[in-house]
């Protein structure tokens, strides 16, 4: 890279708010952009203005705020290019968005109309001795993470999970705020929305500070990590086995395929501990698990554990939590 | 009058000639005695007379011969075999008739998972082949298996390797045999899955490629014979390998051993204990006297369950049922739990890791009970070998 | 309609071993599966075949040994295997390897629909399915769990987001990326057992394929795997204990309440 370009991140609109993940983004963008000595700039997407006034609070030196009456929902074509012109134009060396699936859809795509390169649902971002912005992604053998760079293409483009980084708080309004107003009517879109249904009751264990996992040895039955969680306040999460057996919904699958967690407190209940799923599980603060075999791999990430049925564990305990 | 919704059966040559030609099916007279003797009919759950029956019919849109209900209900315990006065073997028109059912797409929900697990892991636990050997801890010496000129190769089985429970077993066996100074092979992760599963449901073509792939491992190390510590792996082998490989299970082995005073049994009295004959074990091989001559060469006090040696009632875990969480499974070992401890016996013995499983998960066990041991384990406290 | 499924072989996550020096997999002995959430992509194309008619072709970018796996799904279901492979596909990121697939796709006379699974078990980054839909220049439909064709020409597809599901409609031909465990795969036919050994793989390599030597492999790919690190776990204090229930229970509640998360 010649010329420093600046730092680009991608705030996502969801139904009237900013997706999490684009806030966690933008806070842990402002120190990389400090150390590649490179300005912040934020863009986002929207039918109106507010958006960019609430944007214009955590920390960039601007804001791009894309508005058109008609850009109430996500759309591949529209997206795409929207944000290929802004960056053509702009030249920056990074852009980074959250791994939502809209946001995957579209860094894919952008990724491609710009044939440059593309890193994927980093756990960190850094910037190394020599001024290169690395991507650590995890390896799949576990215990390795991988260090990508993007030496010569811009902007590097890098997807970051929700989760990853921390919510930073808004401060005083403080960015700048540039307002583009593209010419778009109903035939610049690709697609049609059919309709949305949103799901009751939205699960973010990704904010959850106690969580109560569940695995094969639940056999099925998560009323009882219900009554558990409901007594710790926290919130149930599941395996891949969990949820691909259909005991419960693929939203709550904890992992590498599913979503990374940092709760306060985990508890474990028949899981052994496949590395697949404990990537999304070992940023807890405290791990007790409980499981029948005393050699399950869970046991060497956990502080306390237990061996045992966690069947009567778990009924004695919400008993005895229920009358205390 | 038909019901309105009673959709015309059309006989369908091509179906009735291909249940012929690969099964007895043609000597059914339809007399029933079939469903009279199935543990399931008095629960409602499946008809095999009936089974049979639709096996012969389409109604051009469907086969209800492979959808019917019941069909994937059945244990493959085998006591309709009993029954039959014509001496076909019902079980077989069962997998036939499920076999039509994979043909079609039609199969219950989480039997084609099931099926992939066999084929990509080698196992129906989905769990990783390199995790194999995990029940191996522990073992030292000759009990953990020699390479130099053993031919007999302990055949350990996906539940006697994966589950905890069951992985007490193999160690009983493998330390026993190593007590008797008896060398033995292990195929550690190359060991593949007998196949049992696919083979109940129906699924040939994986049970035969699993077998041919079994047979190469065998030859390259030069096994004769194999010695299982599941039945159902003994029958599955049994069908699956050519004659030059001899398979045993680890009761016949371990009697034989016992009989030539290679091992000696002493010191552990387990009381009042009642015995439960296998399906595939029992009934389906004639195998009841050495799981019995061994229990009582721990100084057991045997007490049979009125429903013994061929009448035995199957646990539920057979015919793919283990993976399926079904009702069907679940009642049958409640009842026979109950059966145990109404003899009085504090201990339910059996040689089966199915069983131990399906009976140790019933509703009537628990503490208090009847305590659910694989007889191996039993054996291992009579010789002073841990487990 | 015609469809192409990409398939993509991936070693068992569990068994890969990775060499620290040489920033390489370490290849030999082990295990590999077809990518589970590309069998998904192949039910959802066989499924469709049954409503509509057409034929099912899997693509696959590798090396030989992708081979047998590819027969798998011919005895699946589908109706053609092609395999590209060569060396100079080697080293490919996401930017390569969407070209090189879409490359296969335009030397297969193109296709109404392209399905992959959403991302591949071996740390995949879930991005060849747009990329190959911009390579093609065609619409996508992401984390598709459902499809249909409700009139010729239009794609009708629900997606699974985060929090509820979206059904859109794009003109074909689209590239769809599917959900792992979208649906239940259909297991092998045995009865096509024998023919998918005996079929013929087509194989393609880079100079039939007509496409840019600089777009391939190692050489088109702008991102680069500069250093690996072992992961640092916080330390752990691994106490296990073997307790009944009655104990169990009473030492998870003394922890729970040190850890402040107890009903007050």
């Known amino acids: 890279m010649t010329v420093p370009g600046a730092v680009w991140v991608y705030a996502e609109r969801h139904r009237g708010a900013f997706r999490p993940v684009s806030l966690e983004i933008l806070g842990h963008a402002r120190g990389i952009a400090d150390a590649l000595g490179a300005k912040l700039v934020t863009i986002t997407v929207s039918s109106g203005e507010d958006s960019a006034r609430e944007l214009a609070r955590y920390g960039a030196d601007e804001v791009v705020a894309v508005g058109h009456p008609l850009l109430t929902r996500y759309d591949t074509k529209v997206f795409t290019g929207l944000l290929e012109n802004e960056l053509r134009a702009a030249d920056p060396s990074v852009l980074l968005l959250g791994a939502t699936r809209d946001g995957q859809d579209l860094a894919g795509r952008l990724a491609v109309r710009l044939r440059t390169g593309l890193t994927a649902h980093v756990t960190s971002l850094e910037v190394d001795a020599g001024g290169q912005l690395v991507g650590w992604v995890p390896g799949f053998g576990g215990g390795i993470e991988a260090g990508v760079v993007c030496p010569k293409r811009r902007p590097a483009i890098v997807t970051v999970r929700p989760g990853v980084f921390l919510t930073p708080a808004p401060g005083a309004s403080a960015s700048e705020i540039r307002v583009v107003r593209p010419a778009l009517d109903p035939g610049s879109f690709g697609s049609r929305r059919v309709s949305y249904e949103p799901k009751g009751g939205t699960v973010d264990l990704t904010r959850s500070e106690v969580l109560v996992v569940g695995g094969r040895g639940t056999d099925g039955d998560f009323a009882r990590l219900q009554r558990l969680a409901h007594c710790i306040g926290g919130e149930v999460g599941a395996t891949r086995v969990a949820t691909d057996s259909g005991w419960i919904e693929r939203e709550r699958m904890i992992g590498q395929t599913g979503v990374v967690t940092r709760p306060k407190v985990a508890v474990i209940l028949g899981a052994s501990g496949a590395v697949q799923f404990t990537v999304g599980i070992e940023k807890a603060g405290f791990v007790i698990a409980v499981n029948r075999d005393p050699d399950a791999p869970i046991f060497e990430m956990a502080d306390l554990g237990i061996v045992g049925d966690l069947a009567p564990i778990v009924d004695r305990l919400v008993q005895e939590l229920g009358e205390a | ?387 | 309609m015609r469809s192409v499924v990409c398939l993509k072989v991936v070693p068992r996550p569990e068994e890969v071993r990775v060499n620290l020096e040489s920033k390489t997999l370490e290849r030999a002995g082990v295990r590999s599966v077809i990518n589970p959430a590309d069998l998904n992509a192949l039910e959802t194309a066989l499924a469709l075949r049954e409503r509509h008619g057409g034929r099912v072709t899997v693509l696959s970018m590798g090396p030989p040994s992708f081979e047998p796996y590819l027969r798998v799904a011919l005895a699946v279901g589908a109706d053609e295997a092609v395999l590209l492979s060569d060396r100079a596909f080697g080293g490919a990121d996401t930017l390569a390897t969407s070209y090189t697939l879409a490359q296969g796709v335009r030397a297969l006379g193109g296709a109404d629909l392209v399905l992959c699974g959403e991302e591949s078990s071996d740390g995949g980054t879930s991005q060849v399915p747009q990329g190959l839909a911009e390579w093609l220049g065609c619409s996508q439909a992401t984390y598709v769990d459902e499809l249909q064709v409700p009139t010729p020409g239009i794609l009708r597809a629900r997606r699974i987001l985060e929090d509820g599901t979206e059904t859109i409609e794009v003109p074909l031909p689209a590239v769809v990326s599917v959900v792992g465990g979208a649906n239940e795969v259909r297991f092998i036919d045995y009865d096509r057992w024998a023919m998918a050994q005996q079929a013929a793989v087509r194989v393609i390599d880079s100079v039939a394929l007509n496409a840019d030597p600089a777009s391939l492999g190692l050489k088109g790919s702008p991102t680069v795997v500069a250093g690996l690190r072992e992961v640092r776990k916080p330390g752990r204090r691994r106490e296990v204990l073997t307790l009944e229930p009655e104990e169990a229970a009473a030492r998870l509640v003394e922890e729970l309440h040190r850890l402040g998360v107890t009903p007050t």
């Open chain 2, 1 to 387: 009058m038909p019901t309105a919704d009673a959709k015309p059966l059309v006989w369908n040559d091509e179906l009735w000639e291909e249940l012929c030609r690969e099964t007895d099916a043609a000597a059914c007279y339809q007399c029933g005695s079939c469903t009279a003797t199935c543990p399931l009919a008095d629960r409602g759950q499946l008809n095999i007379r009936q089974l049979i029956r639709l096996g012969a019919f389409g109604d051009g849109t469907s086969d209800p011969g492979s959808s019917a209900p019941g069909l994937w209900a059945c244990t493959t315990c085998a006591q309709c075999n009993l029954g039959c006065p014509r001496g076909v073997d019902v079980v077989e028109v069962v997998r036939h008739l499920r076999r039509r059912g994979w043909r079609r797409n039609q199969v219950p929900s989480g039997l084609r998972t099931l099926l992939w697990a066999e084929f990509q892991d080698g196992n129906p636990y989905r769990l990783p082949p390199s995790q194999r050997t995990g029940w191996m801890r522990g073992l030292e010496g000759p009990a953990a298996g020699s390479s130099d000129g053993a031919t007999t190769v302990l055949y350990v089985g996906c539940t006697a390797s994966y589950d905890p429970r069951a992985q007490r077993t193999a160690r009983a066996v493998a330390r026993l045999l190593a007590a008797a100074e008896m060398p033995f092979r292990l195929l550690g992760d190359k060991e593949l899955c007998c196949g049992e599963t696919p083979r109940a449901l129906g699924v040939d073509g994986l049970f035969r490629d699993l077998s041919a792939r079994t047979a190469e491992v065998l030859h390259s190390v030069g096994a004769n014979r194999v010695v299982t510590v599941s039945p159902h792996c003994f029958d599955a082998l049994k069908a699956g390998l050519s004659k030059e490989v001899e398979v045993v299970h680890y009761s016949q082995l371990l009697d034989e051993l016992v009989s030539a005073g290679r091992l000696k049994a002493s010191g552990y009295h387990p009381g009042l204990l009642t015995y439960h004959d296998p399906c595939y074990l029992g009934r389906q091989h004639g195998v009841y006297e050495p799981p019995r001559r061994l229990l009582e060469s721990a100084g057991a006090k045997l007490v049979e369950m009125p429903r013994t040696r061929r009448w035995a009632l199957c646990c539920g875990g057979g015919g793919g049922n283990m993976w399926r969480e079904s009702e069907v499974g679940g009642r049958l070992a409640d009842e026979r739990v109950t059966e145990a401890r109404e003899t009085g016996a504090s201990v339910l013995a059996t040689a089966c890791p199915f069983c131990v499983t399906c009976f140790s998960g019933a509703k009537t066990a628990g503490r208090g009970t009847v305590e659910i041991v694989d007889v191996a384990e039993i054996l291992a406290r009579a010789v002073g070998v841990p487990s």
